[in-house]
């Protein structure tokens, strides 16, 4: 069944962005949780030392040599946003990757920053920066060097958001949530509010968290929240917590008011249909325990936020830390909620550990995937439901399972609760399923754009789109669409005219990307007359050529309503008679025009889709800790 398009408070998620352990993008994540993948990594007593551990603790018997952890944390395309090396080696890894990734969410949802639909607003926080702890204050020499501020600016959870909406130059409200293990959660649902109330047009949301040292294990501490094993049981009666407490990764989404998506032809992860947050105040045993009343509480005012009942939700993705006290509660406030409803239950900790911070928009991007592949994957490392569990009608997902479109829309719940008692709830329902609206022919050619700061990001990211095509069942035209209309244009270009997504590989290997220069043009050929084809079918081409007799200035109209800006330069464009729209269009976004893609395809309705993101040029950028030449380790 299609989802209802009767709520003016519904926000879509049009774009989504991440880091996780195992995972280096959203694709791979969902492939891991597709296949069940545990993504913790066991390290040996020899990479533990090198990372500079101490030889007695690696040797205790209480000590786990496992975390969840991320890849190339030292690496950075400084270049590409514009910073120094040494600034971007002061800089806390969480800001850099949260920057990377926050401007891949943005392409994946189809919006070029340049020309974003309104103002943008950033929502998001993060852990303390352990890498200034760690790796910075005890260079005695680097801080007199340095300064303290520009340490600190570089460092401080207050830049976060901030350094995001400044180097993106995006001007809606940029605000640092913190909240603990709930934090990513509570920024989508600010994010959500703020879109409601107008703050902004389009939202970032989401969490980081890094932990620096970063490839080590862990103590374990009987009672705590790290599992004594490195693995995580979600509900199970053997769970005892999560491989060193808290993990790393981060995630981002990029939500829009959904009547807006849909006008624009977004393509929609799934529907945000009711979010909540509160607080467990003093209802509960001790201040870092967590409180019945609070969980049941924002859960039950989301699903009345989004006019729904109990129900009416599918699935649940628990925040499920695995720990007794913790999935115990959980559960409790879940039967509260739900009381004797069938609910399939389900936790992402187990695949990646507890990613604090990023934990709940982990959470809302498993969701929002499965809504799209229509398979809910299995929670690993569950035999038996604790005690608590066995007495509800709640089910832990062990099996991946389908999720098809039925009767009503597919729901599901999202949880996330903070250290201290901050609770968060969102309602997330599957997209809408739109017929296009009725439009002209599809064109026979399509111009295929793309851009990048450096020549070797232009052929990369060609040799990807290459990929892409090949392997891929999508609509050429709404490719193209997209690289025109949701990427920014940088120096280095790239185009090529194609009429079926076969022919492009082919056609890649003549095709160079140019530097974009200022073009005046210049019409040869004998008097014109109408191309049949186009003035039939192209309604910007009839009107231009009606309205003007003369056929220098015909042609120029047809240009200028393209979006073509004339200006002086060397650079004079021949465009013959004989070649077709596709072709000239594609010449003069070479040769640097200013091409207004929209007006190019009036009359018809292309949908934005997934195409490769840019491929960042990264290279290292970090301090080493100091290291004691009494023992060759760090500090």
């Known amino acids: 069944m ?38 913790v990594t066991w390290f040996s007593r020899e990479e533990l030392l090198a990372a500079g551990e101490d030889p007695e603790l690696v040797a205790d018997p209480a000590y786990v040599p496992a975390a969840a952890v991320l890849d190339d944390i030292e690496l950075f395309d400084n270049g590409f946003f514009g910073y120094p090396a040494h600034e971007a080696a002061l800089m806390d890894p969480q800001q850099r990757l949260f920057l990377e990734n926050c401007w891949h969410a943005l392409e994946d949802a189809g ?24 790796n910075l204050i005890q260079h005695k020499e680097l801080v007199a060097g340095a ?49 409601m109330t107008g703050e902004c047009d389009v939202a970032l949301a989401g969490g980081v968290a890094i932990e620096v040292p970063h490839r080590v294990g862990y103590r374990y501490e009987p009672g705590g929240t790290s599992s004594p ?27 829009r008011r959904l009547a807006d998506a849909v006008a624009d032809g977004d393509r929609i992860y799934g529907v945000i249909r009711g979010w909540a947050v509160n607080h467990d105040g003093a209802a509960k045993a001790a201040w870092v325990a967590p409180g019945v009343q609070g969980q049941a509480g924002v859960v039950a005012e989301a699903l009345a936020a989004a ?49 604090d911070r990023a934990a709940g928009v982990a959470g809302l991007i498993k969701v929002a995937l499965a809504l799209t592949h229509e398979e809910i994957p299995a929670t690993i490392n569950h035999s038996k439901p604790n005690a608590q569990l066995a007495r509800t009608r709640m089910e832990v997902v062990t099996e991946r399972r389908p999720w098809r479109r039925g009767d009503r829309p597919r729901r599901a719940g999202v949880s996330a609760f903070g250290l201290g008692g901050a ?29 990048a700061r450096t020549a070797e990001a232009a052929d990369a990211f060609g040799d990807r789109l ?34 079926a997504t076969g022919e492009f590989a082919a056609v890649l290997r003549g095709t160079d990307a140019h530097v974009g220069r200022p073009v005046v043009f210049r019409y040869s050929g004998a008097q014109p007359t109408a191309d049949e084809d186009l003035y039939r079918t192209e309604p910007f081409y009839r009107n231009a050529f009606d309205e003007c007799l003369d056929h ?9 309503h393209w979006g073509v800006r004339q200006g002086e330069s060397d650079l004079v464009v021949t465009l013959p008679g004989t070649e077709s729209a596709a072709e000239v269009l594609a010449r003069l976004w070479l040769a640097g025009a200013d091409v207004d893609w929209h007006a190019y395809h009036e009359g018809r309705s292309p949908r934005k889709v997934s195409v490769p993101k840019y491929s960042f040029q990264r290279s290292r950028h970090w301090i080493d800790p100091p290291t004691d030449a009494a023992v060759g380790r760090a500090i």
């Open 307 to 355: 006019g729904l009942e109990p129900s009416d939700v599918d699935y649940l993705e628990a925040h499920g830390t695995g720990t007794a006290l913790g999935d115990t509660i959980e559960v409790s406030a879940l039967h509260q909620v739900f009381g004797d409803t069938p609910l399939a239950l389900g936790s992402v900790k187990p695949n990646l550990g507890h990613l």
């Open 552 to 560: 220098g200035r015909a042609l120029g109209r047809l240009l200028e």
């Open 229 to 255: 094993d490195g693995r995580c049981r979600a509900f199970d009666e053997a769970g005892e917590g999560t491989p060193h407490g808290t993990g790393n990764g981060l995630g981002v989404v990029v939500l």
């Open 423 to 451: 609770n968060a709830h969102v309602v997330v329902e599957e997209a809408p399923s739109l017929p296009r609206a009725e439009r002209l022919p599809d064109r026979t050619q399509q111009v295929l754009v793309w851009s």
């Open 111 to 134: 919006i070029d920053p340049d020309r974003a639909p309104g103002l943008v607003g950033v929502y998001a926080g993060s852990q303390m920066s352990t890498y200034m702890i760690y």
């Open 2 to 39: 299609t989802a209802p398009l009767d709520s003016d408070n519904d926000i879509a998620i049009v774009g989504m962005a991440g880091q996780f352990p195992g995972s280096r993008d959203v694709d791979e994540l969902w492939r891991n949780l597709r296949d069940g993948r545990e993504c």
């Open 466 to 499: 290459a990929s892409l095509l090949e392997s891929s069942d999508v609509d050429l035209a709404d490719v193209a669409y997209t690289l025109q209309t949701g990427r920014r244009v940088f120096q280095h270009r790239g185009a090529a005219v194609v009429s």
């Open 147 to 195: 300064g303290k501020l520009a340490i600190g600016l570089c460092n401080d959870k207050d830049s976060l958001t901030s350094r995001v909406s400044h180097t993106l130059g995006l001007t809606g409200p940029s605000v640092g949530v913190q909240a603990y293990c709930a934090t990513s959660l509570v920024a989508v649902s600010v994010a959500c509010s703020s879109l």
